[in-house]
């Protein structure tokens, strides 16, 4: 059971390039995440999923954009990436429903992108 | 504005001594506070929650105690280990929405022998 898998794990982009960050769970998870982790900053989440075809801003959106064309797969692309955009980023999945353990999010490995 | 304030970005801890880390946050919508524990190079990890109607849960050597009053969150570890040196981030969930966490910058913690 992979649980979550993120590819690629790194990845050096030059300003102005574009690449797609790919996440595959295998829990049958209704709800998909893409946060990034910055240092100081915590975790932050950048776009979300509550279903196959359907996604949705989170609190730093610019500059990203997702799709969820198979429930277990959700994409984050940077069309035209900047320094800004140097960070580690996370995907996470959760079932859907009210609290419990069953529905925590868990979260793949990490895909470290740097943008020069 | 940050909802969760993790104020110690670091805490250094002797083996078998208890551990404190706290997590303060701003809003009362929430249904549940949970801990979080990151190793290098992995994901974050689920390690404990407490539900808003409730102000204590413990699960072996941790225990998380909730104070709404002061919106005050704190996670014990007693005894900590070497093991438990991580970054350990307190998350706030709301169920009406989708599931998603609002994270705190996290705590260092270094366990030392």
């Known amino acids: 059971n992979a649980g979550v898998t993120q590819t690629p794990k790194f990845r050096v982009l030059k300003t102005g390039q574009s690449m797609t960050l790919l996440c595959a769970q295998d829990m049958n998870h209704e709800y998909m995440y893409w946060y990034r982790q910055d240092p100081g900053m915590g975790l932050r989440l950048i776009h979300y999923s509550v279903g196959e075809g359907t996604t949705a801003k989170g609190e730093v959106p610019d500059g990203y954009n997702v799709s969820r064309l198979k429930k277990q797969n959700f994409l984050l692309g940077l069309e035209s990436a900047a320094p800004s955009q140097t960070s580690v980023y996370f995907c996470?999945?959760?079932?859907?429903?009210?609290?419990?353990?069953?529905?925590?999010?868990?979260f793949g490995a990490g895909s470290r992108l740097t943008v020069l | 504005d940050q909802q969760v304030k993790q104020n110690s970005p670091s805490l250094s801890v002797q083996e078998g001594r208890i551990s404190i880390l706290n997590c303060d946050y701003t809003?009362?919508?929430?249904?549940?506070f949970l801990w979080y524990k990151k190793y290098p190079a992995e994901g974050p990890t689920f390690l404990i929650s407490?539900?808003?109607?409730?102000d204590k849960n413990e699960d072996g050597r941790f225990t998380v105690f909730l104070n709404k009053s002061a919106k005050h969150l704190s996670l014990h570890i007693v005894p900590s280990q070497p093991g438990d040196s991580a970054v350990y981030f307190c998350?706030?969930?709301?169920?009406?929405?989708?599931?998603?966490?609002?994270f705190g910058a996290g705590t260092r913690l270094a366990v030392h022998p």
């Open positions: 407490i539900s808003s109607i409730k």
């Open positions: 809003n009362s919508m929430f249904d549940y």
């Open positions: 996470a999945s959760a079932g859907a429903g009210a609290f419990s353990g069953a529905n925590v999010l868990t």
């Open positions: 998350a706030l969930f709301f169920s009406g929405g989708y599931n998603k966490l609002i």
